[in-house]
């Protein structure tokens, strides 16, 4: 063999030896990455667990927190103010409420306080500028309302935020179109502020433009409302208000919309007058993707509206102040109450407590409705609710509709509604029909949601 042939494989082993030798460290090497992403991905899957599991825990672990950090969320709440320009100059807030989420137990509620809400102190010599939609637009401070608010309920609100119709449009725009059954027919038109409403009644997808023409919707042009049972004229208008805004919150919290929560704090940020710290409230954000508006709580203040003659020619709204003390202690601290709705009494022994709660089932009649197809799902209702232990007094149908909602008509306490739409296992609280002629203190209208 000549030379040229030996020192060319001599060349050809020495290299196939180097090759052979950078596999083996780049085996080496790839097994320490792939090691590494073994632990990762386990420390990652261990914190996701402790951090609750699933798509809350997997965001949760992501953005850095633990398991104690949704321990140390409190309840956070705020008063939302929409605020109405239709006259050149003048900031009214005519849609005021307050909005509570709670990370730990899920719960959420959303309270409307009337426009007319009275503010004076003497309601003879009543002013236009004492109903509290007007304090925003004589001081032009926000915290102004939250004090008056907070003076009407008991509350200690500290953050608000006023939402412009442009917020309304493009938050609606930007995860819509939103799916919402509009209560009634609505037709109205008003040429001096280019606002035409017009909506049949049903299932529509209402995009952002509509958003804002529906929550400003009071009454027809022939002068007509929302009926009597859903809650007429102001009431009517503040519960469409909360129920559209319930099916905002229900599409925001979609596992598809979930990519857009930066796209809606960015929306807000940039469109409301708050003091919220928006860096603060994402932390809220991975445990909100858990929440279902299944425990949404809606209610609007207690209150009456005196005769003009007995308010100085001036409409206005007159908050009972002992129904809402009650009504502030069911929403915002149930764990306070007893099941009848009282104060909790540490001297109560279970014993009382149990024959209290059956004494106050047997003492309810409800009123159940079946507002779907299927004959069945009436007489299902029905015998669930007896055998708790609740007065079944009337049965029927009524026309179809999509959700079910349960009517608090005699002031029930909310322990108990909320336990009654445990039993039925869905449904949309609502004190709307209080007052109302029917001799049923609770009436549940059977949607096609019902399972």
Do not use: C
């Not at 309304?168 to 930007?174: H, P, R, S, W």
């Amino acid at each position: 063999m000549s030379k040229n042939k030996v020192n060319q494989r001599q060349k050809t082993n020495s290299k196939n030896k180097k090759e052979k030798k950078k596999m083996k460290t780049w085996k080496k090497v790839l097994l320490v990455i792939l090691l590494i992403i073994l632990i990762a991905g386990g420390v990652f899957a261990y914190r996701v667990h402790k951090n609750g599991g699933g798509l809350s825990g997997m965001l949760a672990t992501v953005v850095g927190h633990d398991e104690n950090t949704r321990k140390s969320l409190g309840e956070f709440q705020v008063l939302l103010m929409g605020v109405s320009t239709d006259q050149e100059g003048v900031s009214l807030t005519d849609t005021i409420m307050v909005a509570s989420y709670n990370p730990n137990s899920q719960r959420a509620v959303l309270l409307s306080i009337p426009r007319d809400s009275f503010t004076g102190t003497n309601v003879k010599r009543a002013k236009a500028s004492d109903k509290i939609n007007a304090i925003y637009n004589l001081t032009k401070d926000p915290m102004e309302t939250v004090n008056a608010v907070n003076e009407l309920t008991g509350l200690d609100l500290k953050y608000y935020a006023i939402v412009q119709t442009e917020a309304l449009i493009e938050l609606v725009d930007a995860l819509g179109p939103i799916e919402y059954d509009v209560p009634i027919d609505m037709d109205y038109d008003d040429v001096t502020q280019d606002l035409h409403i017009h909506f049949e009644k049903g299932v529509q997808e209402i995009d952002g433009q509509e958003a804002e023409e529906l929550l400003r919707f009071r009454k027809n042009n022939d002068g007509t409302s929302f009926p009597t049972e859903y809650g007429d004229n102001d009431i009517g208008r503040m519960r469409n208000q909360r129920e559209f805004l319930t099916a905002v919150v229900e599409q925001t919290v979609k596992l598809e919309n979930i990519t857009k929560l930066g796209t809606v704090l960015d929306i807000a940020s940039r469109n409301l007058i708050t003091n919220v710290d928006f860096n603060a409230l994402k932390d809220y954000l991975p445990y909100a993707v858990e929440f279902s508006t299944e425990n949404l709580l809606t209610e609007s203040l207690p209150g009456s509206v005196p005769s003009l003659s007995q308010t100085n020619n001036v409409s206005i709204f007159v908050v009972d102040e002992e129904a809402t003390e009650q009504m502030i202690k069911e929403l915002f601290y149930p764990e306070t109450l007893t099941e009848d709705g009282n104060t909790v009494d540490e001297n109560t022994t279970n014993s009382s407590s149990s024959d209290s709660t059956t004494s106050s089932k047997s003492s309810v009649k409800v009123e159940v409705l079946n507002g779907t197809n299927d004959g069945k799902v009436l007489q299902e209702v029905v015998n669930k609710l007896k055998e708790e232990g609740y007065n079944v007094s009337r049965t029927g149908n009524t026309t179809s509709t999509s959700k079910t909602v349960i009517l608090n008509k005699n002031d029930v306490s909310n322990m108990v509604i909320d336990e009654i739409k445990q039993v039925v296992g869905t449904g949309t609280i609502s004190s709307n029909g209080a007052g109302s002629s029917s001799k049923a203190d609770i009436t549940i209208v059977i949607g096609k949601d019902y399972e």
